[in-house]
């Protein structure tokens, strides 16, 4: 099974960047189709972007479309999520997931990190 743990959260001002890692273990992550998420105060987790086991194909939410870029290195089993121009209301906690099936449901899934807080300050 493969375990997920996300880094690189901060405090950045709008208009900023900060690039998210999530490293695996105990599997290849070369595997699973890898999902971001994002879960801001008192909202439910959102889509933000995917990856495919190859790095090959890629998808994202409407709302970070050309500011966001999901990236793969899977000889350091780790996916990245890079995130430039960043908005106030980018603010909240952020997810890796790993899932079998190139998907964009929350609940297809699983092996989720802790998650790692972005804040944008206006």
């Known amino acids: 099974q493969v375990q997920l743990v996300e880094s690189g959260g901060g405090l950045v001002q709008a208009g900023g960047s900060l690039r998210l890692s999530c490293a695996a273990s105990?599997?290849?992550?070369?595997?699973?189709?890898i999902g971001w998420f994002r879960q801001a105060a008192g909202k439910e987790r959102d889509f933000v972007a995917r990856?495919?086991?190859?790095?090959?194909?890629?998808d994202y939410a409407e709302s970070v479309k050309g500011r966001f870029t999901v990236s793969r290195d899977n000889v350091k089993n780790t996916v990245y999520l890079q995130m430039n121009s960043l908005k106030p209301e980018d603010t909240a906690v952020y997810y890796c997931?790993?899932?079998?099936?190139?998907?964009?449901?929350?609940?297809?899934?699983?092996?989720w990190g802790q998650g790692t807080l972005v804040t944008v300050s206006p």
């Open positions: 997931a790993a899932s079998s099936y190139w998907t964009a449901r929350a609940n297809s899934f699983y092996a």
């Open positions: 105990g599997r290849a992550v070369s595997s699973y189709v």
């Open positions: 990856t495919s086991g190859s790095g090959g194909n890629t």
